[in-house]
């Protein structure tokens, strides 16, 4: 068990650029979550895969936000135009989707980083 | 809009001591309620957890006692250790949605 990936740890960018963080989720997990952390907050949901279908999308993912699992293995989330308030930990997780939450916990990697200077 | 209430922002207690932390819901479509561990640099980690049926579980140290006409819940964690200094946040999922929305966390400090 590898467990949930993402690359990079930390990026530092400046505002108005383009950022695209990367997750390989454990691989057998057919659901993959991507969460936003601020500092001293819990983990706020933002969007869902299920394979490759993005199914559900949180009013937090402004138009500048894109994330994509195009075969259904690894996903990327961009953000286009960064804005200071896009500073935060940008975390994925992964699930089976058998049953119930009890039969198919989130793992969770150990984040994105981002400051934006 | 904070779904998920949680209490206190932070705790330090003394090795051995027994810090509970408390959260508290409204929606009752939540139907499921993880607790995870976070240390710094790291992912939240799964601790325990509990469905709105049952009154309490316990799983090693740690224990979940869980209301559901108050629409609370509480983590103990039994003989802490200066090892379990940590952040806790606790959740709530909403399996219609696939949705797990966290509390805002408790920073824990254990005092060897």
């Known amino acids: 068990d590898t467990g949930v990936s993402q690359d990079p740890r930390h990026k530092i960018t400046k505002r108005g650029q383009n950022v695209t963080f990367r997750c390989d989720p454990i691989?057998?997990?057919?659901?993959l979550y991507w969460y936003r952390q601020t500092l001293g907050q819990g983990p706020e949901f933002l969007t869902y895969?299920?394979?490759?279908?993005?199914?559900?999308k949180s009013r937090l993912l402004s138009d500048r936000f894109s994330a994509e699992r195009p075969k259904g293995s690894f996903s990327t989330l961009e953000i286009q135009r960064t804005e200071q308030g896009d500073s935060a930990m940008y975390l994925c997780?992964?699930?089976?989707?058998?049953?119930?939450?009890?039969?198919?916990?989130?793992?969770f990697g150990d984040g994105t980083r981002l400051s934006i200077l | 809009q904070q779904q998920v209430k949680q209490s206190p922002q932070s705790l330090i207690v003394q090795k051995g001591g027994i810090p509970i932390i408390n959260c508290a819901y409204e929606?009752?479509?939540?139907?499921?309620f993880p607790w995870y561990q976070q240390f710094p640099g790291k992912g939240p980690a799964l601790l325990i957890a509990?469905?709105?049926?049952?009154s309490e579980k316990k799983e090693g140290r740690f224990t979940i006692s869980f209301n559901k006409s108050a629409k609370q819940f509480s983590l103990h964690i039994m003989d802490s250790q200066p090892g379990d200094s940590a952040t806790y946040f606790c959740a709530a999922w909403r399996g219609s949605a696939r949705q797990l929305t966290f509390g805002s966390g408790t920073q824990l400090t254990v005092l060897p």
């Open positions: 895969f299920q394979n490759e279908a993005q199914l559900e």
């Open positions: 997780a992964s699930s089976l989707s058998t049953g119930h939450f009890s039969n198919q916990p989130q793992h």
């Open positions: 509990i469905r709105p049926d049952v």
């Open positions: 929606n009752t479509a939540f139907d499921y």
């Open positions: 691989s057998e997990h057919n659901r």
